[in-house]
């Protein structure tokens, strides 16, 4: 069995994206091949705990797993290193908007800007769910600053170039990827049990460098969508207008 695992696991490329991790794909077949660029060293902080937001940040960040998936290639790097801002990022999972904003750090000393980053096909729910914006204990509406008056600049960090192939991960990781893999294979397979689903692509048109150039990855979630309503829609647009109006 682990002769088996071993060599799946050296066969497959190094698992990175969620949607062949969870549907029981090959990154060989749905996985990028082109290089990537990342950074030696990440530029922001990831805030674990309020109290450890005690200091100013020109940009403040809400974000899910798209931000902090992958520290060293996350979009905030790019965004510290093109700017010059410091950045504070903070999860989801485990802060509201309301936290943030009547936070000691936030009230005292706001950021030039504050962004919430959201996954597109939970946006609506996800703000649905905030707690309400009138609890906020400081309305900075009064306070925005224009555009022209944000000077920029940039750090020019070095960045490294990636190779999946060359940054594999160690020999427990890949007995443990190739186990879960096999695992959720069988489900797809035999029982018909998937998160991913796959959708053909048009002759020629090629989104990304994975190997497979006639199909897509998506998560079965990006389906729920379809269940959203106008009235949902509306909502949320209202809350996320009254959350800009007082940030």
């Not at 403040?60 to 290193?81: A, E, M, P, Y």
């Amino acid at each position: 069995m682990v002769m088996t695992l071993s060599s799946i696991g050296y066969l497959n490329q190094p698992l990175v994206g969620d949607l062949t991790r969870i549907g029981g794909f090959r990154e060989n077949d749905f996985g990028w091949n082109a290089f990537q660029l990342e950074y030696s060293e990440v530029l922001y902080d990831s805030i674990e705990q309020l109290n450890d937001f005690n200091k100013y940040y020109d940009v403040v960040v809400l974000g899910d797993s798209f931000t902090f998936l992958d520290q060293n290639r996350s979009w905030l790097n790019f965004l510290v290193d093109k700017t010059g801002f410091s950045v504070a990022a903070f999860h989801q999972k485990k802060f509201e908007i309301v936290d943030i904003l009547n936070s000691p750090q936030f009230v005292k000393s706001p950021p030039r800007l504050f962004i919430y980053q959201s996954v597109e096909r939970g946006i609506i729910n996800n703000i649905l769910f905030q707690s309400s914006i009138d609890s906020v204990i400081r309305d900075l509406s009064s306070e925005k600053i224009e555009f022209s008056q944000i000077h920029f600049k940039p750090l020019e960090k070095q960045k490294e170039i990636v190779d999946r192939y060359i940054n594999r991960s160690g020999f427990e990781d890949r007995l443990s990827e190739a186990a879960s893999y096999l695992i959720r294979l069988i489900k797809r397979k035999v029982l018909n049990i998937t998160k991913t689903q796959i959708l053909p692509l048009e002759k020629g048109y090629t989104l990304f460098s994975s190997s497979n150039k006639h199909e897509m990855l998506v998560s079965s979630r990006d389906f729920e969508k379809n269940n959203i309503t106008d009235e949902d829609i509306s909502k949320a647009s209202k809350k996320a207008i009254d959350i800009k109006n007082r940030v």
